[in-house]
């Protein structure tokens, strides 16, 4: 069953996008003390914890380029429904909130596009 977004943390959310991304957490299992993370390139270098995806535009930017074609449509879909209480739906609202949308409604609907979340 997938979690709702309203029950999940900045925290959890940012670690849900990272794996979703190809991000892999240290395999020591220390998962209470441990913070440290790999990128999905063969030679990532390990960094503490997850980009802060609810933060930063650039961040969900990389985020969204892992996403195909077909993936992207939905994810503009997701963000006018994220948003969809700030402005009516018609297509000149929906522009505005698809180039105005913050790092965190992008990351709601990164998580909502790719099914991990509902």
């Known amino acids: 069953?997938?979690?709702k977004l309203t029950d999940l943390t900045s925290e959890q959310k940012r670690i849900i996008c990272a794996e979703a991304c190809g991000w892999k957490r240290c395999a020591c299992g220390d998962t209470e003390h441990c913070d440290v993370w790999y990128g999905p390139a063969e030679d990532a270098t390990p960094t503490i914890g997850v980009s802060n995806y609810d933060e930063s535009l650039d961040a969900m930017a990389e985020a969204v380029g892992t996403l195909g074609i077909v993936d992207r449509r939905v994810f503009a879909e997701c963000l006018v429904k994220v948003c969809d209480d700030e402005?009516?739906?018609?297509?000149?609202g929906d522009a505005f909130v698809i180039y105005n949308a913050s790092a965190s409604q992008r990351l709601d609907a990164f998580l909502l596009a790719k099914g991990l979340a509902e």
């Open 1 to 3: 069953m997938k979690p």
């Open 87 to 92: 402005l009516p739906g018609d297509v000149l």
